[in-house]
């Protein structure tokens, strides 16, 4: 039986996150005000022709699967990207706790939020993605310096996302407060915290593992085009 995050994008827009979907039973994709994320339900010709004509009418998709995605005719590789999906270990989780004032943010710090990700580039960010699960943040004087939040949400797991520190405020421990925080949330709702980062970044993954997060497996991302 698939284990729920070897496909992570399919059983979250196929489950929790299906309201916020475009497609149908053959593929899903998130609207993209939301994110760029896509998958096919199979490898059957009608789900990779479905998945096809959702790249077509939305624009690229990044795919992201356990296996290497099969990419559907009509549609090219624009990249191609190793990432290590890590999973926090419930026993190990270590709890931060700020030391800084937190923030719950809101559809009113849509814009900063949008700016901040834009900045420091902690992976695909758009105008609602703030929307998929709960943000938290830190502001020095009226300015929000610093995020962290929840995207992709298959049945038993959240993802922690959208971590981010503007660069005049990095060493402070702001990234590992928030994201202890965020964790914490998803574990007292039943939930296991889980989070993507590439391969070759050593420095987050050395954070992570501190944080508890362990490696579950590397996972293949492709973002794919219209040809």
């Known amino acids: 039986m698939t284990h729920p995050l070897d496909r992570p ?3 979250s827009l196929a489950t929790r996150q299906e309201g916020l979907a475009l497609g149908d039973a053959r593929a899903r994709r ?9 998958a096919a339900a ?25 296996e290497e995605p099969d990419v559907p005719p009509g549609l090219t590789v624009a990249s191609r ?8 270990v419930p026993t190990e989780l270590k709890i ?13 710090d849509a814009a900063e939020m949008l700016a901040l990700a834009t900045l420091t580039k902690p ?20 300015r929000l310096v610093a995020m962290a939040g929840e995207r992709m949400k298959p049945a038993g797991f959240t993802e922690v996302s959208g971590v981010c520190v503007h660069p005049d405020q990095r060493g402070r421990g702001l990234a590992a407060g928030l994201m202890s925080l965020v964790a914490e949330q998803i574990v ?34 492709v973002v794919v085009e219209a040809a």
């Open 96 to 108: 931060v706790r700020p030391s800084f004032e937190v923030v719950t943010l809101t559809d009113d």
């Open 81 to 88: 990207a190793v990432l290590w999906q890590m999973a926090a």
């Open 188 to 221: 007292a709702r039943g939930e296991i915290p889980f989070l993507h980062v590439y391969d070759h970044n050593t420095p987050a993954i050395a954070i992570y593992e501190a944080l508890g997060y362990r490696l579950r497996r590397e996972m293949a991302m």
């Open 9 to 11: 994008i399919w059983t």
């Open 123 to 142: 992976g695909p960010f758009y105008a609602r993605t703030h929307q998929l699960g709960d943000f938290v943040g830190v502001k020095q004087d009226g």
């Open 30 to 38: 998130f609207d993209p005000a939301y994110g760029v994320f896509a």
């Open 42 to 66: 199979d490898r059957s010709e009608a789900s990779r022709a479905a998945l096809r004509d959702l790249v077509r009418a939305h624009g690229e998709a990044a795919l992201v699967e356990a």
